[in-house]
Structure formats: structure tokens, C-alpha cells
């Protein structure tokens, strides 16, 4: 019974609700607008520069909010701070398919930076790191990997409606905001929960009578953290890595299509 009991550790359950939250968050904010990039100029008359400010908007707002929302999560706990997250996030992506100017989207992008970091990243690892110690990194590997597996999918499923003159960018907006709805939303509010303590059970899925070992690992201060020249090469390492990866996604679209003369098509399997 026991065993049986283990292949079905609810925390597997968990696992998959953040994946899924995080795999719409992540490709919903940072990739797939980027992918619209094109149609957008050509519906708002708008240029490079004009366009690709929605993304400077996103990542400068979500870097200068970010602190406040850990001390939130500190003082709320993660899976509060999620659903106020992502509620707003849903709702931002309703509206988004209703612009009617450049302006509007950088209202939006600016709601969207609020809501990434209130249910993007650093909640879903808190959540998951909950519930698995000794699966720690194989769940946190696989949290992360959704991202881009958004990133790679979500456009090309889109594309087809995009570039459908009787249809076009905003039904194929309106689609993903509805998927987000059922498949981020829906999880946040139902299966999710913040630490096995609350159905009695013990990360991992040990027995009640286990205690659960965190490999020696050792917890620091924050300010023996910030100290520490590790945290700052990470830090530092991070922050290059994702202004190569931005910086290259906010244009590479519009050169597939302007410059390298790709189709519509083309451009986002490209991307993709």
C-alpha cells in the first residue's frame, strides 16, 4: 500500500501545476509578443524602436518590482502571491487582443512585468522546493526548461491564426489567453498547494514518521549572501545572459522578415 501510495506523491501533482504556470508566464510575456512584433507595426503604424519598447517596459519594471514582491512572498507566502499574480496576468492578457495603440501595450507590458514577478520564477521554485528535497533539482530542471518549451510551441501554434487575413494576431492572442485561463489559472486555485504540511504529508513523500533531510545543506544569511562573490557571479552571469537573450528575441522576428525576407510563416519556426 505504501508503495502504491509513493508512485503517487502529490507533490508530482504540484510539480506539474507550476510547470504549466510557468510555461505560459514566461513564453506569454517574453516570447510570443515578440513573435506579434511584425503584425503589430503594420496595425499600429509604428516603427522598430516604438515597438520594441513594450519589451524594455516588461523587463525594466519587472527588475525594479522584484525585491517588493520577495519581501511579499516573505511575509504573504508564495501561493498567496501567485494567484493575486496570475489573476492579474490573465486579465492583462484578455485586454491584450483589444489594444487599439502602441500606448495601450505599453500599459499592458507594464502589468505584465507586475505579474510576472508575482507568479513567475521565484514562486513556482519556492512552491516546488517545498515539496522535494532529494528531487529538488530534477523538478526545478524541469520548471525551467518550460520556459522554453513555451517559447518553442506556443508561437507556432498561433501562427496559422496570426496570418490568417480573416482572422489575424488578436484571435490568435485571444486563443492563448483563453488556454492561460484553463491551464495557469485553474491550477493556481485548485490542485496547487503551498507545502505538503498542509494534506500531512512530508516532502519527498517520506512517511509521516520520517523526518526530511536537506543533504546538509546549510541556510546563510542574507547578508553573508550578498558577501559572497558566488551570488554576485551568478547575478552578474544571469543578467548577460538574459540581455543576450532579449535583446536578440525583440528583433530577430522583424529581420527574418525586413531583412532576410522570410515569410510570415518562416520567420516565427525560426524563432520558434
Sequence with gaps: MHDNKAQFFYGWYVAIGCTLIYFFTNAMTLF???????????EFGSNEAEISLTVTITLFFAAL??????????RFGPLKIMRIGIVLMAITYSLYSFSDSVSDLYRLHFLLAIGLVLSGLV???IIVSNW???HRGKVIGML???SSLGGATLPLLISPIVNDPDLGWRWGFGLLSTLFWLFAVVPAYTFIKEKPSNLGLLPDGL?????PSDDGLDSVSLLTALKSRALWCLGIGSACLWFSIQGLNSQITIFFEQEAAFSPQQAVFLFS
Design 207 to 211: 512517511p509521516t514518521t520520517l523526518e
Design 132 to 134: 522535494f528535497v532529494k
Design 144 to 146: 525551467i526548461a518550460s
Design 65 to 74: 518590482f522584484a525585491p517588493f514582491a520577495g519581501i511579499l512572498i516573505d
Design 32 to 42: 510570443v509578443p515578440q513573435t506579434l512584433f511584425p503584425r503589430l507595426m503594420e
Design 123 to 125: 514562486v513556482n521554485v
